[in-house]
T-cell receptor
């Protein structure tokens, strides 16, 4: 069964607008971490933001924020004020307890000028 | 800012040959990982390593794969006899701790092509 689901294979956003990338997850472990990574065309994996299962507040890092809805098991990434350099693949990932990290299939974001 | 480094950036090899992919994790990190990403697909966990031994491995990590920390800085992935389907980007990652809240920092990857 899929642990991490990213239902949007591709998304487009106009420069300077906000965009939400969806991520839902499946776990019965009460302790887990949720991560978002950015993969530009050059191939590297860049850590963006983390949300812990026990965190009361949504995580924010600069223009990135995580819309964490625990009951719905969703952890959507919101990018505000999109820039051309935000065009990349975005991966949602989850780690349950001490287990290995599982990644979603990714969403390709294209920022249009 | 400290970062994970990997060498080589690209490797081309013949089927059946052995390859060794090298990684230098962030210096104060204690947990090390290898992942692979077949072109156009999701990132897949291969193995985690702590205290000089494998702590977890996936079904992908069969007897053809091995990992080693030969010295205090390097962390290597060896593929004993490469197959065509081993062609992928291989990422090394490291983290300070091993819990669910520990961020794993990835290296730039080694793109392996098996002919």
């Amino acid at each position: 069964a899929q642990k991490i689901t990213q239902t949007q294979p591709g998304m487009f956003v106009q420069e300077k607008e906000a965009v939400t990338l969806d991520c839902t997850y499946d776990t019965s472990d009460p302790s887990y971490g949720l991560f978002w990574y950015k993969q530009p065309s050059s191939g590297e994996m860049i850590f963006l933001i983390y949300q812990g299962s026990y965190d009361q507040q949504n995580a924010t890092e600069g223009r990135y924020s995580l819309n964490f809805q625990k009951a719905r098991k969703s952890a959507n990434l919101v990018i505000s004020a999109s820039q051309l350099g935000d065009s990349a693949m975005y991966f949602c990932a989850m780690r349950e307890g001490d287990n290995d990290m599982r990644f979603g299939a990714g969403t390709r974001l294209t920022v249009k000028p | 800012e400290p970062e994970v480094t990997q060498t080589p950036s690209h490797q081309v090899t013949q089927m059946g040959q052995e390859v060794i992919l090298r990684c230098v994790p962030i210096s104060n990190h204690l947990y090390f990982y290898w992942y692979r990403q077949i072109l156009g697909q999701k990132v897949e966990f291969l193995v985690s390593f702590y205290n000089n031994e494998i702590s977890e491995k996936s079904e992908i990590f069969d007897d053809q794969f091995s990992v080693e920390r030969p010295d205090g800085s390097n962390f290597t992935l060896k593929i004993r006899s490469t197959k065509l389907e081993d062609s992928a980007m291989y990422f090394c990652a490291s983290s300070e701790g091993g819990g669910s809240g520990e961020t794993q920092y990835f290296g730039p990857g080694t793109r392996l092509l098996v002919l």
